[in-house]
């Protein structure tokens, strides 16, 4: 089962949810940082990664002695990855997608594959939890193939649980593409529920289930709820504002940690998702 844990913006508290629900699943559990730009579930996990995993993709390696200059690699690609100067090729892998177009656009056989190194995925165990990391490598722009990747290494004995990148883009949409559940975390404040809005529309184009925790909820809360309650998506958690989890949090403890009175309401939003049987709470 895939649990993805996503939210419309930054800072709502996706990775401090993930965190929890990883924890409290136990052994039945495993947690993927899909936010590949920007991972951070390691932080607050006391190890070092036991094992790194190469992210290659193929990508256009171009023989000069059998290419005849007609330019029809360049014109293939879609985007513009390739510049042709008569037999000189200049190839810009930052924007390759390893569609493949090139080497079949070319008659001449010019065109091979070579792998190109776009990131990596690291695994490390703490504190109960299992984690595999995605990390992108600096100046790479495309987080997607990575993420792919990362996906591919899901169990299907286990539980997995997916801390997405925030927003509403491919990043976000390739995060959440085939999970059995998403978990939005969102914030009672204008923006908050503004970005919640902009991914509940992303998530029904998905058709996928969801359900709403509001994290640093106070009285203000009415905005997120009128809303989550005219969409039809179940309020299931709500975290309080506070400040000795937000002092917590800001030294590198868990949710569990900081409030350890919570855990039993993670165990039931856990179970409440793991069996199906979503209530508003």
């Given amino acids: 089962m895939r649990i993805a844990v996503a939210s419309g913006k930054g800072g709502t508290g996706k990775t401090t949810v993930a965190l929890a ?10 947690l993927l940082d899909c936010d590949v730009e920007e991972p951070n579930c390691h932080l607050f996990l006391d190890s070092v990664p036991v094992r790194s995993e190469a992210v ?17 690699c360049a014109r293939s690609c879609n985007f513009h990855a390739i ?15 390893s569609c493949g177009g090139c080497g079949l656009a070319c008659k001449a056989g010019a065109v091979t594959e070579r792998m190109h190194g776009i990131g990596r995925l690291e695994y490390r165990a703490a504190a109960g ?40 883009a491919c990043p976000m949409v390739a995060a959440v593409r085939g999970a059995d559940f998403v978990l939005l975390v969102t914030e009672p404040t204008v923006f908050g529920l503004h970005d919640l809005e902009l991914a509940c529309d ?5 058709r996928l289930r969801s359900g709403v925790v509001i994290n640093r909820a106070d009285d203000n809360c009415g905005g997120v ?16 504002f506070s400040r000795r989890i937000a002092e917590g949090y800001s030294s590198g403890k868990r949710l569990t940690e900081c409030a350890p009175e ?11 998702i793991c069996e199906g049987e979503l209530v508003e709470r």
Avoid: W, Y
């Fill in 225 to 240: 709820e009128q809303f989550c309650r005219a969409r039809g998506i179940p309020v299931l958690m709500r975290i309080p």
């Fill in 202 to 206: 992303t998530l029904e184009k998905l």
């Fill in 129 to 168: 939890i299992e984690l595999v990391t995605g990390v992108m490598n600096v100046g790479h722009p495309m987080a997607v193939p990575v993420i792919r990747r990362l996906k591919e290494r899901t169990l299907s004995d286990r539980i997995d649980v997916l801390d997405c990148p925030p927003g509403t």
């Fill in 83 to 97: 510049a042709a100067l008569g037999k000189r090729m200049l190839f810009f892998p930052e924007l390759c997608h």
């Fill in 56 to 72: 290659e993709v193929p990508v256009p390696e171009f023989d000069p002695e059998r290419c005849i200059g007609c330019g029809a």
């Fill in 262 to 272: 919570l855990r039993k309401e993670l165990e039931a939003l856990s179970a409440l």
């Fill in 21 to 30: 629900l990883a924890e409290v699943l136990g052994p039945r559990g495993r």
